[in-house]
């Protein structure tokens, strides 16, 4: 059976899905924003497939391994997708939205061949392997292309704060998912504790973007240069 | 090799969102207005000093949190950890960050007098609804 800890894991992300939900709906940013909150959604609905998965197996199982790292995969597609969308708020007046879904799809199956390259030669397991591969390289992927977004927000000098919000939030969260992984494949001897480190970081993204949603209307502006770390 | 490099680039780019991320926060809030009432108990008029912010932070966990708020007072939290550590390391042989460390600190005291206005008038709110429940 699940400990109070792997209890509160569950119980600590999944009410701030909700919040950020009922946030966009409550301030009419759910279509504006379609992609993100779909990604939210479906977020919630693995939370709770999850939690009942490890009701019945327990943290450790196997079977909550699997479930996890799948929908885990499954996720971060959907994340990618809505990290495309922002490309295409920020770069709506250029009307590149057809070359920024091109690009997104390309990038897409060339990670997904490079994951396949990387395990292809497996044994066993070859499926569970290229689903976690895929999904450490994506994370990746999402933190170098969301580094080039706030590249081009500030040189385009975009100036909607909640856009800006949104997107340095999602740098925020592939950050930490990048490094969590890199530290578990550079200390193998770690993993159990580094582990733990997901589920939290989760809950990052729900509760940035609720508050993105709740507290800076649509029409908000600020200088993003102000924002930078080196002063432009 | 690879991972070493993977989490060296993902360390700087993540101090650089968060760091950005924290002063967008605090832009966004920057504008508010303060009401007198706030004013009054936390001392703070129009401009906040870095020292305000432990006292400010003791009042805003005296009041009820909204969900929605919690995660940037967290977030504005850890910013000022970082701002203190920058003082009092880098700060005392770069002058100009000093300067620059002791803003950022006022600005996070602002910050967090303004979630302490959101949450009175959040709890004020909540009170009125049971009042009328």
Same mark, same amino acid.
């Given at each position: 059976?699940?400990? *109070? #800890? ?11 899905? @909700?919040?950020?939900? =009922?946030?966009? #709906? ?26 009942? @998965? #490890? ?63 990387? @395990? ?6 070859? =499926? ?75 809950? #990052? ?25 080196? *002063?432009? | ?133």
């Amino acid at each position: 059976m699940p400990g *109070p #800890f792997e209890y509160i894991l569950w119980f600590l992300c999944t009410p701030f899905e @909700v919040v950020a939900l =009922v946030c966009a #709906f409550k301030r009419k940013a759910f279509r504006r924003y379609l992609f993100l909150n779909l990604y939210v959604a479906a977020s919630l609905v693995s939370s709770l497939a999850r939690f009942q @998965v #490890f009701h019945h197996y327990g943290l450790t199982s196997s079977a909550y391994v699997y479930f996890y790292y799948y929908s885990d995969a499954l996720l971060t597609i959907f994340l990618y997708f809505a990290l495309m969308s922002l490309y295409s708020y920020v770069f709506d007046e250029l009307k590149a939205e057809r070359l920024v879904s091109l690009m997104a799809f390309a990038l897409l199956v060339g990670t997904a061949i490079f994951s396949y390259s990387v @395990v292809h030669q497996a044994s066993d397991k070859l =499926v569970s392997r290229f689903v976690v591969e895929l999904s450490q390289n994506l994370y990746f992927v999402g933190l170098v292309l969301t580094y080039l977004l706030w590249a081009s927000i500030l040189k385009m000098r975009e100036t909607r704060t909640r856009l800006i919000q949104l997107v340095l939030s999602l740098g925020v969260y592939f950050s930490l998912f990048a490094a969590t992984y890199a530290l578990r494949n550079l200390y193998p001897g770690m993993s159990s504790l580094l582990q733990a480190l997901p589920p939290l970081i989760a809950c #990052f993204l729900p509760m940035a973007w609720g508050y993105a949603y709740w507290r800076l209307p649509e029409e908000a502006r600020l200088v993003p240069a102000r924002l930078a770390v080196v *002063p432009r | 090799m690879m991972a070493a490099g993977i989490f060296v680039f993902s360390a700087a780019a993540l101090l650089q969102f968060f760091i950005s991320y924290c002063r967008s926060l605090i832009a966004a809030s920057s504008k508010q207005v303060l009401s007198p009432e706030v004013k009054d108990v936390t001392g703070i008029q129009r401009f906040a000093s870095g020292d305000d912010f432990k006292r400010v932070m003791q009042l805003l966990q005296l009041c009820p949190e909204s969900p929605e708020d919690r995660n940037s007072v967290q977030a504005i939290g850890a910013y000022f950890g970082l701002l203190n550590l920058l003082r009092s390391t880098l700060a005392r042989v770069v002058p100009s960050m000093r300067v620059w460390t002791d803003s950022e600190r006022g600005l996070c005291a602002y910050f967090a007098a303004v979630a302490l206005e959101r949450r009175i008038s959040f709890s004020r709110d909540m009170l009125a609804q049971q009042m009328d429940g």
